[in-house]
């Protein structure tokens, strides 16, 4: 498998855009993880899925924000209207099911909105 | 609300050296520890699991240690080499009603000179 993909590596936006993250897991993993990568904050648990289900998504940040898991290989993470504070490093993993199964991760993308 | 640190942040040694590097967590009711690697612009990469039942698990040069009753883990690294430069996460899952939630520290940046 090619691991956990995600595109594009690199976005940069105007303030107000519309910006949308997209991430295809390891075939058949159970588990589906968004997060955000920042300086001050670390890595943040946005949201995850199981079985293409949302399960949590307490970390969203505002209703700007919103993902969708249409299938078992594909998930997105929309944000609109986009803001600066948005700027980030966006990972998405994936897992299979158990207690103690290792985390996947993608490459990330990196968010620059102007 | 669990909380993981990593101290110090940063850490610049010269190669040969044997190395610890720290992870504390406030709530010990945790299913594992893992600890990751992470290259300059990549993702992340699982070095070790450690199940909340055990108490060291090594791989190669690298051995991770967990005292979950004083909620602390250390990766020792040894022989350190140019190589081992990257930032090293460590993260909980949380014995939470099956929860599935990785909590991450901030990550330790570790330099390595020839």
Redesign the interface.
């Not at chain 1, 290792?102 to 990330?108: K, L, N, S, T, V």
């Given at each position: 498998d090619a691991g956990?993909i995600q595109s594009p590596r690199h976005e940069v936006t105007e303030m107000g855009q519309e910006v949308t993250l997209r991430c295809k897991p390891i075939s058949g993993h159970d588990?589906l993880?968004w997060y955000r990568q920042t300086m001050m904050r670390?890595?943040e648990?946005l949201i995850?899925f199981?079985n293409n289900v949302p399960?949590?998504d307490s970390g969203m940040p505002e209703d700007r924000f919103s993902a969708k898991m249409p299938n078992a290989s594909f998930s997105t993470l929309k944000i609109q209207p986009s803001e600066p504070r948005d700027s980030a490093v966006y990972?998405c993993?994936s897992?299979l099911a158990g207690?103690?199964t290792?985390?996947?991760?993608?490459?990330?993308t990196?968010l620059t909105v102007v | 609300k669990q909380e993981v640190t990593q101290i110090p942040a940063a850490l610049s040694v010269p190669e040969g050296e044997n190395l610890v590097l720290n992870c504390s967590f406030t709530d010990s009711a945790i299913y594992n520890l893992q600890w990751f690697r992470q290259d300059p612009g990549k993702g992340l990469t699982s070095l070790l699991l450690i199940q909340s039942s055990q108490r060291e698990q090594t791989s190669g040069r690298l051995n991770a240690s967990l005292d979950k009753s004083s909620g602390r883990s250390t990766l020792y690294i040894a022989a350190s080499q140019p190589g081992d430069s990257a930032t090293y996460l460590c993260a909980v899952k949380g014995d939470q009603g099956g929860s599935e939630k990785l909590v991450f520290g901030k990550g330790m940046k570790l330099t390595v000179n020839p």
């Open positions: 956990v588990y993880f670390g890595l648990l995850y199981n399960i949590d990972f993993a897992s207690r103690d290792e985390a996947f991760f993608g490459q990330g990196r | -």
